[in-house]
């Protein structure tokens, strides 16, 4: 069965023993992820067991390293799992940040050239002259053999790093509406 925003609200909830409506923090392929009603955790309950092994496992060997931060960067720690639901309970952390470990390989990619190179202009187009930083995670967590990929603005929040440079973003003027 795929879980929809429906079921995984009503899993949620009853993680937290709560009737109220929570606040969905986000959502994606892996599933989605919703902040605890005291605002000290949040829980992700994952769309199948794959990325839900894949993120436990990688949250655990996070742990092992004593990794919590990386570059600047917060790693939620991990608070609580339930397998039979395919949710994982972390920290709530403000950026900046680092979240989202379902999809991480763990062995190096093996993209075409072309793949890669798209790869590469999406980190630059996202963060500009700050890429500097998904490089440095992606070359760091890869010393564990643990290859993070889905670099995106939501999962790799860089708000408050110190050190960042402004991004410049073309204007509706130059290139036409957005």
Known sequence: ???DLKTS????QSYFRSNEPLVRLGWGISGFVYL????????KVHRNQQSF???L?????????????????TIPKLRGEHSESELLCMDFVSAPYL???????????DFSPETMAHWH?????MFGPNSRVPYAVYHSLGQHD????DFRPSNIKLDGLPGLHPIERPTEDEFGPF
Request: aromatic letters at 10%.
């Open 1 to 3: 069965m795929e879980l």
């Open 9 to 12: 609200a009503e899993i949620a």
């Open 36 to 43: 605890s009603p005291d605002t000290r955790t949040a829980v």
């Open 53 to 55: 092994d894949r993120e």
């Open 57 to 73: 496992y990688v949250y655990r060997k996070l742990a092992m390293l004593k990794m919590n931060r990386l570059h600047g960067l």
């Open 99 to 109: 979240l989202d470990f379902a999809g991480v390989g763990l062995s190096p990619p």
């Open 121 to 125: 202009a999406g980190i630059a187009e």
């Open 146 to 149: 643990l290859y993070y990929m």
